[in-house]
């Protein structure tokens, strides 16, 4: 039988590898990515896949070349990076959604990169400061992997059975984000801080720091019509009839 060699594509990270450490395979700030093949369709439509929410995260591993690299490695931005690129080479560049009753047409090309000071990332080791405008109280926090975002999902599950009717998404992200409150690095002082001293103002500017800041693919468009969207990345973002 002869030896089937698949095309692949080298992916540039938003982060460049900057947020990665030196002996992770990541810190070269670049994937090389396979060409989807009828194996990864069928993990897109992988029922069991799809009913625990990992669908996505299995196409990337599979589509992953270098096998030592670990999904929940990533941090949102390079992951939501691979995807844009993994859609590109599938299925082509042209992404048709249906806008107010209106077919529209996006070029998954001209999705950019967010531009970001990248030296503010040097030697890091992924932990900043951020001192809130209202209370001058000194934040340090992380950006967020795919191993924070799992501890995350197990916390709010267990929440949810507790308490079917609570919502606790945002201040439970902010407890897993922070890693000292003034210098004070224990759990019981972040947590406390963000369920009692932690005024709405300042956790707004909070979030929007993180968001200027965090290595990100730029997923706003503006359409034809003038209005500005923002492309979602989902199941349907790969296979509209799946």
């Avoid at 690095?185 to 801080?193: D, G, H, S, V, Y």
């Avoid at 979030?207 to 290595?215: D, L, S, V, Y």
């Amino acid at each position: 039988m002869s030896e089937f060699k698949f095309p692949t594509e080298e992916v540039e990270l938003p982060s460049k590898g900057l947020l990665y450490s030196k002996d992770n395979p990541l810190s070269s700030g670049k994937i090389e990515l396979k060409y989807m093949t009828a194996k990864e369709e069928d993990i897109l439509t992988n029922q069991s896949y799809i009913q625990k929410g990992t669908v996505l995260d299995k196409l990337l591993q599979s589509l992953i070349v270098n096998k030592d690299i670990k999904i929940d490695d990533l941090f949102v931005g390079d992951k939501n990076a691979l995807f844009v690129a993994a859609r590109i080479l599938g299925y082509g560049k042209d992404y048709k959604v249906t806008i107010a009753g209106k077919e529209e047409n996006i070029d998954l090309t001209q999705l950019e990169h967010k531009k970001i000071d990248l030296n503010f990332f040097e030697n890091t080791n992924n932990r900043f400061t951020y001192k809130l405008e209202h209370t001058g109280t000194v934040l340090e926090f992380k950006l967020l992997n795919g191993h924070d975002d799992k501890k995350i999902d197990r916390e709010l599950a267990g929440l949810k059975k507790i308490s079917p009717n609570s919502s606790s998404e945002l201040t439970t992200r902010l407890k897993h984000m922070i890693v000292s409150v003034d210098g004070d690095e224990e759990t019981k002082t972040i947590r406390e801080f963000v369920d009692n001293y932690f005024l709405a103002r300042d956790a707004r500017s909070f979030r929007e720091h993180i968001r200027n800041i965090q290595p990100d693919v730029d997923l706003s468009v503006v359409l034809d019509s003038g209005e500005e969207v923002t492309v979602p990345i989902g199941l349907n973002f790969f296979w509209p009839d799946a």
